[in-house]
T-cell receptor, first 113, second 114 residues
Framework: SQKIEQNSEALNIQEGKTATLTCNYTNYSPAYLQWYRQDPGRGPVFLLLIRENEKEKRKERLKVTFDTTLKQSLFHITASQPADSATYLCALDPTSNTGKLIFGQGTTLQVKP | GAVVSQHPSWVICKSGTSVKIECRSLDFQATTMFWYRQFPKQSLMLMATSNEGSKATYEQGVEKDKFLINHASLTLSTLTVTSAHPEDSSFYIC??????????FGQGTRLTVV
């Protein structure tokens, strides 16, 4: 069956450390994968998109990798801050480029000062 | 960045009544919008694809007669929860995408059916 899974429900780290979140998918062949941030009671906010021919993408303190052989994406936040505390969702478009997204269950990150 | 506006942000209704939620793309035209539902501590689940000028496409297990979707213009899609029951209480979120695949989400609507 098709699945998209984020490996941990919650992650607690100390301020200044690097947070690493994992997203694995099964029986999909996505052309790209996306990461979103969701704060409580709000809609998701787009962070990064990485295409199947890109191994790594960076945006400020964020870095995403995409390994189509392992069917895995890693999301890193370097020099984490308490303001980074939120739920992070990975998502893929199973039909490619339609905007229809299937989401992982999310990882809630807590950065402690 | 592009903005998708959703209204209302929260609503409380009595069991058996209907509730309409609006989703507008404010600065781009969206021929397709999407409706998601999110229960507490769970991820977003796609309910349906709203197509401008034609019928919506519903995901498996979503009742099309209960969740009426209308996409009458390129900037507005509405979701009507008909004959709402307490189990319909949830967080409903819409999204729209431009051609570059990034999705823009509304603020969400918290529906509570009492």
């Amino acid at each position: 069956s098709q699945k998209i899974e984020q490996n941990s429900e919650a992650l607690n780290i100390q301020e200044g450390k690097t947070a690493t979140l994992t997203c694995n998918y099964t029986n999909y062949s996505p052309a790209y994968l996306q990461w979103y941030r969701q704060d409580p009671g709000r809609g998701p906010v787009f962070l990064l998109l990485i295409r199947e021919n890109e191994k790594e993408k960076r945006k400020e303190r964020l870095k995403v990798t995409f390994d189509t052989t392992l069917k895995q994406s890693l999301f890193h936040i370097t020099a984490s801050q308490p303001a980074d505390s939120a739920t992070y969702l990975c998502a893929l478009d199973p039909t490619s480029n339609t905007g229809k997204l299937i989401f992982g269950q999310g990882t809630t990150l807590q950065v402690k000062p | 960045g592009a903005v998708v506006s959703q209204h209302p942000s929260w609503v409380i209704c009595k069991s058996g009544t209907s509730v309409k939620i609006e989703c507008r793309s404010l600065d781009f035209q969206a021929t397709t919008m999407f409706w998601y539902r999110q229960f507490p501590k769970q991820s977003l689940m796609l309910m349906a694809t709203s197509n401008e000028g034609s019928k919506a496409t519903y995901e498996q297990g979503v009742e099309k007669d209960k969740f009426l979707i209308n996409h009458a213009s390129l900037t507005l899609s509405t979701l009507t929860v008909t004959s709402a029951h307490p189990e319909d209480s949830s967080f409903y979120i819409c999204s729209a995408s431009r051609s570059d695949a990034e999705a823009f989400f509304g603020q969400g609507t918290r529906l509570t059916v009492v």
